[in-house]
Protein backbone atom coordinates (compact mmCIF):
# COMPACT_ATOMS: atom_id res chain seq x y z
CA UNK A 1 0.00 0.00 0.00
CA UNK A 2 0.87 3.14 -0.57
CA UNK A 3 0.32 6.64 0.90
CA UNK A 4 -0.83 9.52 -0.49
CA UNK A 5 1.00 12.30 1.02
CA UNK A 6 -1.02 15.30 0.22
CA UNK A 7 -4.50 13.26 1.10
CA UNK A 8 -3.10 12.48 4.53
CA UNK A 9 -2.10 15.81 4.85
CA UNK A 10 -5.39 17.23 4.62
CA UNK A 11 -6.88 15.06 6.84
CA UNK A 12 -4.39 14.84 10.01
CA UNK A 13 -4.83 18.79 9.20
CA UNK A 14 -8.39 18.49 9.34
CA UNK A 15 -7.99 16.49 12.98
CA UNK A 16 -5.46 18.55 14.81
CA UNK A 17 -7.51 21.88 14.10
CA UNK A 18 -10.54 20.04 15.61
CA UNK A 19 -8.57 18.60 18.13
CA UNK A 20 -7.16 22.30 18.84
CA UNK A 21 -10.94 23.76 19.12
CA UNK A 22 -12.12 20.91 21.27
CA UNK A 23 -9.21 22.20 23.82
CA UNK A 24 -9.96 25.54 23.76
CA UNK A 25 -13.46 25.00 24.32
CA UNK A 26 -12.60 22.47 27.44
CA UNK A 27 -10.30 25.32 28.80
CA UNK A 28 -13.10 28.00 28.90
CA UNK A 29 -14.68 26.96 31.93
CA UNK A 30 -18.46 27.38 31.87
CA UNK A 31 -20.15 30.70 33.33
CA UNK A 32 -16.71 32.53 33.17
CA UNK A 33 -16.65 35.96 32.27
CA UNK A 34 -14.85 36.67 29.35
CA UNK A 35 -12.16 38.56 30.94
CA UNK A 36 -11.46 35.98 33.08
CA UNK A 37 -10.20 33.15 31.00
CA UNK A 38 -6.37 32.76 30.65
CA UNK A 39 -6.35 33.11 27.14
CA UNK A 40 -2.42 32.49 26.87
CA UNK A 41 -2.48 29.37 28.57
CA UNK A 42 -5.75 28.38 26.38
CA UNK A 43 -3.80 28.74 23.20
CA UNK A 44 -0.71 26.94 24.88
CA UNK A 45 -2.51 24.03 25.70
CA UNK A 46 -4.47 23.59 22.60
CA UNK A 47 -1.35 24.15 20.58
CA UNK A 48 0.49 21.42 22.03
CA UNK A 49 -3.00 19.65 21.70
CA UNK A 50 -2.39 20.35 17.88
CA UNK A 51 0.93 19.10 17.78
CA UNK A 52 0.17 16.00 19.42
CA UNK A 53 -2.78 15.24 17.06
CA UNK A 54 -0.70 15.71 13.95
CA UNK A 55 2.14 13.46 15.37
CA UNK A 56 -0.70 11.10 16.11
CA UNK A 57 -1.83 10.79 12.56
CA UNK A 58 1.82 10.19 11.45
CA UNK A 59 0.56 6.04 12.85
CA UNK A 60 -2.55 6.34 10.73
CA UNK A 61 -5.86 7.73 10.53
CA UNK A 62 -9.23 6.36 9.69
CA UNK A 63 -10.17 8.50 7.58
CA UNK A 64 -7.26 8.09 5.11
CA UNK A 65 -7.60 4.73 2.22
CA UNK A 66 -4.50 3.55 1.20
CA UNK A 67 -3.70 3.66 -2.23
CA UNK A 68 -3.05 0.48 -3.84
CA UNK A 69 -0.30 0.00 -6.53
CA UNK A 70 -1.04 -2.41 -8.69
CA UNK A 71 2.02 -4.67 -10.35
CA UNK A 72 2.17 -5.42 -14.36
CA UNK A 73 0.94 -9.11 -12.97
CA UNK A 74 -2.10 -7.29 -11.84
CA UNK A 75 -3.46 -5.25 -14.67
CA UNK A 76 -6.05 -6.07 -16.73
CA UNK A 77 -5.24 -7.33 -20.42
CA UNK A 78 -5.46 -4.43 -22.78
CA UNK A 79 -8.35 -5.61 -25.24
Known amino acids: ?5 KDWAWKALIRAVKTFAQTM ?3 IAVGAAFSEID ?7 SGVAFVLSWLTSLAGIPEEEPVEVK ?3 QQPPDA
Open 1 to 5: MKRNW
Open 25 to 27: VSM
Open 39 to 45: WIRALSV
Open 71 to 73: TDE
